[in-house]
């Protein structure tokens, strides 16, 4: 099993453009998430699917679109970059149907945004 | 929606002593507990964990107690050595709505 993965490892960008971050699992799992994390604020919910074909809104959505029609595959969709997205982000994803169960996070992707 | 809040935002303590992390959470429907262990340039992993329906939860040197009623819980680590220096996140989760708040964070610096 090789979890939860993340590319790019890095990333940087020019205010403006539009990217796609991609995330995978090989787990079944039907949980997975999107968080930003910036320092001193820790880790903020961006978006989370419950399942295929169902994305819902967390935390800081605005910027940033998803979608979810694998099991497995859950990316990330940077519209317009803007230097406030300057973060690291991670994808995560938990057993079948509960997040409260071990949830398990990607090695990130640091982005960068000029 | 949920907010969490985690003291201190930084902690140091002598090698074999005792650290100790505080959360407190707004959402009564919170009822998911959990703590990461977050090493320099590594991604979150989950260290322990609590439910609501339990008071404290033990795991060789770590330990976290929840209080319901004031809505706070913490993480405890005794006996500290140098590889427990990382962030520690503290976290809340109501079940019926799926979404897991974060604490900001401390950082703790064991001193040889």
């Known amino acids: 099993n090789a979890g939860v993965t993340q590319t790019p490892k890095f990333q940087v960008l020019k205010t403006g453009q539009s990217m796609t971050l991609q995330c995978a699992q090989d787990?079944?799992?039907?949980?997975m998430s999107w968080y930003r994390q910036d320092p001193g604020m820790g880790l903020r919910l961006i978006h989370y699917?419950?399942?295929?074909?169902?994305?819902d809104q967390g935390e800081v959505p605005n910027g940033y679109n998803v979608s979810r029609s694998t099991t497995e595959d859950f990316p990330l969709r940077l519209l317009s970059a803007a230097p406030s997205q300057t973060s690291v982000y991670f994808c995560?994803?938990?057993?079948?149907?509960?997040?409260?169960?071990?949830?398990?996070f990607g090695p990130g992707t640091r982005l960068t945004v000029l | 929606g949920e907010n969490v809040e985690q003291h201190p935002s930084t902690l140091s303590v002598q090698e074999g002593d005792s650290a100790v992390i505080k959360c407190t959470y707004s959402?009564?429907?919170?009822?998911?507990f959990p703590w990461y262990k977050q090493e320099l340039g590594k991604r979150p992993q989950l260290i322990i964990d609590?439910?609501?329906?339990?008071g404290e939860k033990k795991d060789q040197r770590i330990a976290v107690t929840l209080n319901k009623t004031a809505k706070h819980f913490s993480l405890h680590i005794t006996e500290t050595q140098p590889e427990d220096s990382a962030v520690y996140f503290c976290?809340?989760?109501?079940?019926?709505?799926?979404?897991?708040?974060f604490g900001t964070g401390t950082r703790l610096t064991i001193i040889p």
């Open positions: 995560a994803s938990s057993s079948p149907d509960r997040v409260g169960d071990t949830q398990y």
């Open positions: 787990m079944n799992h039907e949980y």
């Open positions: 699917s419950v399942g295929a074909g169902i994305t």
């Open positions: 959402d009564s429907a919170s009822n998911y």
């Open positions: 609590i439910r609501s329906n339990v």
């Open positions: 976290a809340a989760l109501d079940f019926g709505n799926e979404k897991l708040t």
